[in-house]
C-alpha cells in the first residue's frame, strides 16, 4: 500500500514540475475561448488528453529504446532534472528571476491545441522517459493513470482561474520555486531508483 502512494505521490510530482507552464497556457486557451469562442472549450480538454497521450506515449517508447541500457546508468538521466533544480534553486537565491512562459499562439482548433501541448512538453519527455524506465510495469501504470487524473485537474483549473485573477498570479508566483524544488527531488529519485550511487559507491 505504501509503494502504490508513493508512486501516486511522486507521479503527481512530476506532473506538475513538469505542466506548470502548461497551467499557464492552459489560462491563456481559456481567456481566449471565453473571448473569442476559439478554440472552444471541448477542444481544450481533447487537446490537452491527446499532446499528454502521446508525450507519455513518446516517454514510453523512449523507455523501452533504454531497456537495452543497464537501469544503474540510465540513472544519469537523473542529472538533468537535478541540475536544472539546483540551478534554478541558486537563480532565485542570488535574486534572479525563473521567467515565465511566453504567452502561446492563440489556438483555433483542436489541432493547435494539441500542437501546443506537445511543443511545450519538452521537459516532459526528458524527465518521464528516465521515470518511465526505473519504474516497473505496475508503476507505471499507476503513473499513467494519475498523469490523465492530473490532466482533468489542470484542465479545471484553467477554467476556474479565469475567473480568479489572484489564483492565477499565486500559480505564476509559486512556479518560481515549485518547479526547481520538485525538479531538485525528482531528480534525485531517479537517480536513487536508478541505484546508481550503490554502483558507483
Given at each position: 500500500m505504501h509503494g502504490i502512494v508513493a508512486t501516486i505521490v511522486t507521479a503527481v510530482a512530476m506532473f506538475a514540475a513538469t505542466d506548470m507552464d502548461d497551467a499557464v497556457v492552459l489560462v491563456v486557451l481559456n481567456v481566449a475561448s471565453r473571448a473569442s469562442g476559439a478554440p472552444k472549450r471541448w477542444e481544450i480538454w481533447a487537446g490537452q488528453f491527446v499532446g499528454i497521450g502521446?508525450?507519455?506515449?513518446?516517454?514510453?517508447?523512449?523507455a523501452l529504446g533504454l531497456?537495452?541500457?543497464?537501469?544503474k546508468w540510465v540513472g544519469l538521466l537523473g542529472l538533468i532534472?537535478?541540475?536544472?533544480?539546483?540551478?534554478?534553486?541558486?537563480?532565485l537565491i542570488?535574486?534572479?528571476?525563473?521567467?515565465?512562459?511566453?504567452?502561446?499562439?492563440?489556438?483555433?482548433?483542436?489541432?493547435?491545441v494539441i500542437a501546443i501541448t506537445v511543443a511545450n512538453g519538452?521537459?516532459?519527455?526528458?524527465?518521464?522517459?528516465?521515470?518511465?524506465?526505473?519504474?516497473?510495469?505496475?508503476?507505471a501504470v499507476v503513473t499513467v493513470v494519475v498523469f490523465a487524473i492530473c490532466t482533468a485537474v489542470w484542465c479545471l483549473l484553467g477554467q476556474v482561474a479565469i475567473t480568479h485573477p489572484r489564483l492565477v498570479e499565486a500559480l505564476r508566483q509559486s512556479s518560481r520555486w515549485l518547479v526547481p524544488v520538485v525538479m531538485t527531488i525528482l531528480g534525485?529519485?531517479?537517480?536513487?531508483?536508478?541505484?546508481?550511487?550503490?554502483?558507483v559507491l
Open positions: 502521446l508525450l507519455v506515449l513518446v516517454s514510453l517508447l523512449g531497456s537495452t541500457v543497464p537501469v532534472p537535478l541540475l536544472r533544480g539546483i540551478f534554478g534553486l541558486a537563480k542570488r535574486g534572479g528571476r525563473v521567467d515565465h512562459p511566453d504567452p502561446p499562439p492563440l489556438a483555433r482548433g483542436l489541432a493547435s519538452g521537459d516532459n519527455i526528458a524527465l518521464w522517459t528516465a521515470a518511465f524506465r526505473v519504474m516497473g510495469t505496475a508503476d534525485v529519485y531517479i537517480i536513487g531508483r536508478s541505484g546508481l550511487l550503490a554502483a
